[in-house]
Nanobody, 123 residues
Framework: QVQLVESGGGLVQAGGSLRLSCAAS????????MGWFRQAPGKEREFVAD????????DYADSVKGRFTISRDNAKNTVYLQMNSLKPEDTAVYYC????????????????WGQGNQVTVSS
């Protein structure tokens, strides 16, 4: 099975940028479709973006489209989420997820999750 560890979160002012990384170990991520989700206090986990096994198909939540970019480097066994033009409403714990099948926006179906990484955007 694959283990996932997120990094790169932190505190940033509105309008700033952060890049999250999700490093995988145990298995090559070439076999996994990958997703990013986030959860704010008191809210349900929500879809941010996902990417197919080879990176040729990508989907974004409307709330982040045009500001966030998901990418993957299978040689480095890592998935990234570049976040630009951050807004206070982007504040949440961000999680990466993986599964051999592509579940897209359906977080309940993903089999593997990272521990989460806090992103805080101040106004």
């Amino acid at each position: 099975q694959v283990q996932l560890v997120e990094s790169g979160g932190g505190l940033v002012q509105a309008g700033g940028s952060l890049r999250l990384s999700c490093a995988a170990s145990g298995r090559t991520i070439r076999s996994y479709a990958m997703g990013w989700f986030r959860q704010a206090p008191g809210k349900e986990r929500e879809f941010v973006a996902d990417i197919s096994w080879g990176g040729g198909s990508i989907d974004y939540a409307d709330s982040v489209k045009g500001r966030f970019t998901i990418s993957r480097d299978n040689a480095k066994n890592t998935v990234y989420l570049q976040m630009n033009s951050l807004k206070p409403e982007d504040t949440a714990v961000y999680y990466c997820a993986a599964d051999v099948r592509r579940f897209g926006r359906n977080h309940k179906e993903y089999g593997y999750w990272g521990q989460g990484n806090q992103v805080t955007v101040s106004s």
